[in-house]
């Protein structure tokens, strides 16, 4: 079934339904290049990942390797890495490197393929092997939850929107700044599920001002701006509670849980899941799109374990574990986020 979308009014809701195409890599970097604000103004300045000299990259190796092999296969392993140091394979294979380093536009050697070596291609569900969480600490003036859940989103989007104006600034080491291009993939952001390798999905953030809502494993759609304004604090809690009315009062099939699940086979089950019905797809497309979900927990976590757990994981049924942000909140006024 469709998601469920709220609104303080039926144009608000309306205009939550458009769609909108995912923006590619190319288009990331046109942007922050044509338009770098604080957050990118370091970006053409800092330096390019090396390439390191065989010389280099041959002991580390062994190094590396030496603790996983007996003796026996450790000298076998070191001929072989003294072999292929004099062949002309190794160092056709080093300047093939180096030149792909060289090409122009190019700022990052090894970024295509460690993404999608150890996480794109990688194929572990991604909770609990990819994902990490952490916990707030409680907010003694909150203890409602969808007044918990409210402040987050308030204060959540207004960083968004220092990362959308590129007011904020880039992290730094000292004085030297970090590269600041994956806060692209911060808001209204997503994985999704491909054979044999998922891709990323980013989409433009004025035109989705939305987030998601997921209670009780239904998911909703909650558009944040009305007539060019962010919904108050108050305003949003209320919207939460009819949220939460709405899914404690009936039952849905727990979707959700797929997205916990082998990633081909979640592929597998994706493609299923959009095809259907006529609608699944532009309902994937909206919470896909959704700056970032917010998953209201009817648990009550306690000890360190169960508050461990529960923003780790949680059921495995009322997250959206593909989305690039997930802040959690639960009946006891706990937070959290993934």
Not at 51 to 74: G, N, Q
Not at 85 to 91: D, E, M
Not at 291 to 303: E, G, I, Q
Request: net charge neutral; proline share 6%; aromatic share 10%.
């Amino acid at each position: 079934s469709s998601i469920s979308i709220f609104s303080r009014t039926n144009s608000t809701a309306a205009a939550a339904t458009a769609m909108s195409s995912p923006l590619s890599a190319a288009d990331l970097i046109k942007s922050n290049e044509q338009a770098p604000g604080k957050l990118f103004e370091f970006q053409t300045q800092l330096p390019k990942l090396p390439v390191p000299s065989l010389e280099e990259t041959l002991p580390k190796y062994l190094r590396t390797v030496e603790p996983l092999l007996s003796a026996e296969d450790y000298a076998q392993t070191k001929r072989a890495v003294e072999e292929f140091a004099q062949s002309a394979q190794g160092k056709e294979l080093q300047r093939r490197l180096e030149a792909r380093a060289a090409e122009p536009g190019r700022t990052n050697w090894l970024e295509e393929w460690w993404t999608e070596l150890s996480y794109m291609g990688y194929r572990d569900p991604v909770t609990p092997y990819v994902s990490y969480f952490y916990s707030y600490k409680d907010d003694k003036q909150r203890r409602k939850p969808t007044q918990r859940a409210a402040a987050i989103v308030r204060a959540a989007w207004e960083f968004r929107r220092q990362v959308a104006s590129r007011e904020l600034a880039p992290e730094m080491a000292r004085k030297t700044p970090l590269c600041s291009y994956s806060y692209n993939y911060m808001f209204n952001a997503t994985r999704v599920p491909k054979r044999p390798v998922d891709y990323e999905a980013t989409y433009d953030m004025a035109q989705n001002e939305h987030i998601a809502v997921v209670r009780n494993n239904q998911f909703f759609i909650l558009p944040l701006v009305h007539d060019g304004q962010l919904l108050s604090g108050s305003e949003i809690e209320s919207q939460l509670d009819r949220i939460v009315a709405a899914a404690d009062s009936s039952a849905a099939v727990p979707v959700g849980v797929l997205t916990s699940d082998n990633r081909d086979l979640w592929a597998d089950n994706y493609a299923l899941l959009r095809d259907a019905a006529p609608e699944n797809a532009a309902t994937l497309e909206r919470l896909q799109s959704a700056a970032f979900l917010v998953c209201l927990d009817s648990s009550k976590p306690v000890t360190r374990e169960e508050i461990h757990r529960v923003f780790w994981h949680g059921d495995g049924a009322n997250r959206w574990f593909d989305k690039s942000l997930q802040f959690i909140v639960c009946d006891n006024g706990r937070a959290g986020f993934l």
